[in-house]
């Protein structure tokens, strides 16, 4: 299947810093990727679709002006968590499709803590 | 918006036993998709199910969609303790494309 990498894996930062979430599509071109919140024993929460080449849609209770989204290639999405807080912390995932194909392949998530 | 709601939260069996999850929607669904993560992973993509009745199986895994649409379940025939992780259906068909997952059912097996 498709492979979506996510980097950084993990991440710590201090309250008030901002932090940036890649998520790449190695071997195909995704025009759409989307970005999920995910806390501890609970489901993904869909935060916002990221479009190649507009702006990202976010879904009502989802700050645009703290979670930026950029989606300037075919093959890279980011997401920055902006003057990040302790509420913030959480595990953040990515997905991509491929044309044609409806399933959705996750990046491995970043599971970002802010001290 | 859509909606769907899966039962039960958490399961633990004896590994051997079989395990069963469900997803409900109030409405009729298009699809419905299946997905596995393993604690500390990323969702992993099982199946796809789009047709009424339809029943799929993946060697120990069986997936059915309700004459309806409007439910699914996921069995697992005699566990094992790879089978570990939180299972999670999701509609698909979204006006761009994404998932609107449920809650997720966390199964653990004890050896």
């Known amino acids: 299947g498709a492979v979506v990498s996510q980097h950084p894996s993990r991440v710590i930062c201090k309250s008030g810093t901002s932090v940036k979430i890649e998520c790449r599509s190695l071997?195909?071109?995704?025009?759409?990727m989307f970005w999920y919140r995910q806390f501890p024993k609970q489901s993904l929460m869909l935060m916002a679709t990221?479009?190649?080449?507009?702006?990202?849609?976010?879904e009502q209770g989802v700050e645009k002006d703290k979670f930026l989204i950029n989606h300037a290639s075919l093959t890279l999405s980011t997401l920055t968590v902006t003057s990040a807080h302790p509420e913030d912390s959480s595990f953040y995932i990515c997905?991509?499709?491929?044309?044609?194909?409806?399933?959705?392949?996750f990046g491995q998530g970043t599971r970002l803590t802010v001290v | 918006g859509q909606q769907v709601m899966q039962i039960p939260q958490y399961q633990h069996v004896q590994e051997g036993e079989d395990f069963t999850t469900y997803c409900n929607s109030s409405?009729?669904?298009?699809?419905i998709q299946w997905y596995k993560q393993r604690p500390g992973g990323h969702p992993v993509f099982l199946i796809q199910l789009v047709k009424s009745g339809e029943v799929k199986k993946q060697k120990r895994l069986t997936f059915q969609f309700g004459e309806a649409k409007k439910n699914s379940s996921l069995h697992i025939t005699a566990t094992q303790t790879t089978d570990v992780g939180t299972y999670f259906c999701a509609l698909g068909g979204g006006s761009q494309g994404n998932l609107i997952f449920g809650k997720g059912t966390k199964l653990s097996v004890k050896p």
């Open positions: 071997d195909f071109q995704a025009t759409t």
């Open positions: 990221s479009n190649e080449g507009s702006k990202a849609t976010y």
């Open positions: 409405t009729t669904l298009s699809n």
């Open positions: 997905s991509a499709l491929t044309g044609g194909v409806t399933e959705a392949f």
